[in-house]
């Protein structure tokens, strides 16, 4: 944290801090009444978190979401303070929320050159017993001149312009970047502003702190659980994405929500959890993965999709990957045992060889199980193949 007396004289607030970045940038400032518009939301709602008791606002709303999570009463006020800021903003033409099936277009009297992604109150499962929720946003320029809709939205990560989340926890913080780093700022109550409490964060290069959802570990895949019972780690999950991945940024370690074989996708959603995070986390020096590729460079295909998710200080991350790796190779050797297929593999580089790395790369790609095919089939692909 940085220093500070009980009364600064310059703080750097948020509302100062984006001015400051919209000027360097030499843009029209409708990023930055974008960015002031997103923290109004997000200090109503931490308003309305700290009063939910009082005013009513625990328990469900009686209907689910698009994305089959039960609705609760604060999802709804949350979603709809968040939706009428941005689109007050003059600065929006697509917004995508968790809450809505389809993308909202802004009316054409307030429409702007933004794309916003978000997930309005992240981990309300946790609301009624007090656990850390937060709120979760990705900015993206709209890139086609046609009419606004829901296409826009569907940009991988690398594109995002500004990205950030709230934690409304004991007290209430945002995290930010532009694509400069990340920096921290707490909700001073007293002054209604968010104030500077750390600059250009950094993860740490490996931490002793993992967080995975071990009671799906009948479900995990070979990687998955080789990785679990490794190295022993301290464990930590709260069970609320947003506050298990800033735990994480700050003491690092490893963050995972992997496919499993009841996810086989993943759960968590690409465009407003995944890729706001995955930015955060490596514009702070880490890595985010789906265990296949870097999430930024996942190209959408629909705006609730999902993708496998894991996260956190490089080193961690990087022996996730070598379980990957070393999960997919046993799939490719696991032939009985064939004398003749493992003298494939070890000889040197030959069109043989060449034309069996060839097979399994295809199967890899189709997702075939490859450990089922017996050596006479593969023998008659290499004699095929093997000019």
Not at 21 to 39: D, H, I, Y
Not at 83 to 107: D, G, R
Request: charged share 20%; net charge neutral; proline share 4%.
């Amino acid at each position: 944290m940085t220093d500070r007396s009980p009364f600064e004289t310059d703080m750097l607030t948020l509302t100062r801090y984006v001015m400051e970045k919209g000027r360097q940038a030499k843009g029209t400032g409708e990023l930055t009444q974008l960015l002031n518009s997103m923290l109004t939301a997000i200090k109503a709602i931490s308003s309305a978190v700290r009063k939910a008791g009082l005013a009513n606002l625990y328990g469900i709303a009686g209907s689910v979401n698009v994305t089959g999570d039960e609705v609760k009463k604060l999802d709804v006020l949350s979603n709809s303070l968040v939706i009428n800021m941005l689109q007050s903003s003059y600065s929006t033409c697509v917004l995508v929320s968790e809450e809505n099936k389809e993308a909202i277009i802004t009316p054409k009297d307030k429409r702007g050159k933004y794309v916003v992604c978000f997930d309005p109150l992240d981990g309300s499962s946790n609301i009624d017993c007090l656990a850390s929720i937060g709120t979760i946003f990705a900015i993206y320029r709209k890139t086609s001149e046609e009419e606004p809709s829901e296409k826009d939205a569907l940009q991988p990560g690398r594109h995002i312009v500004a990205a950030g989340y709230a934690l409304y926890g004991s007290a209430t913080l945002v995290a930010l970047s532009t694509g400069q780093g990340v920096d921290l700022f707490m909700l001073d109550p007293a002054l209604g502003e968010f104030v500077l409490v750390e600059k250009e964060v950094k993860i740490k290069k490996k931490g002793n702190i993992y967080s995975l959802n071990e009671g799906y570990a009948k479900y995990f895949d070979a990687a998955t659980t080789e990785y679990d019972s490794g190295t022993p780690y301290g464990a930590r999950y709260v069970g609320s994405m947003v506050a298990d991945v800033h735990r994480t940024l700050v003491y690092g370690g490893i963050f995972l929500y992997p496919a499993n074989q009841k996810n086989p996708k993943g759960k968590l959603r690409l465009l407003y959890e995944c890729n706001p995070v995955a930015f955060i986390i490596e514009q702070a020096g880490g890595l985010a993965t789906t265990g296949t590729q870097p999430v930024l460079d996942v190209k959408p295909e629909a705006i609730h999709q999902r993708v496998p998710l894991i996260l956190g200080s490089p080193d961690d991350v990087q022996e996730y990957l070598t379980c990957v790796q070393r999960s997919q190779a046993g799939k490719y050797t696991n032939f009985e045992a064939q004398p003749q297929i493992q003298e494939l593999i070890l000889h040197p580089l030959g069109p043989q060889r060449q034309a069996f790395l060839a097979i399994l790369y295809v199967v890899s790609f189709l997702n075939c199980k490859v450990a089922t095919w017996s050596y006479e089939q593969l023998e008659k692909v290499l004699q095929k193949l093997a000019l």
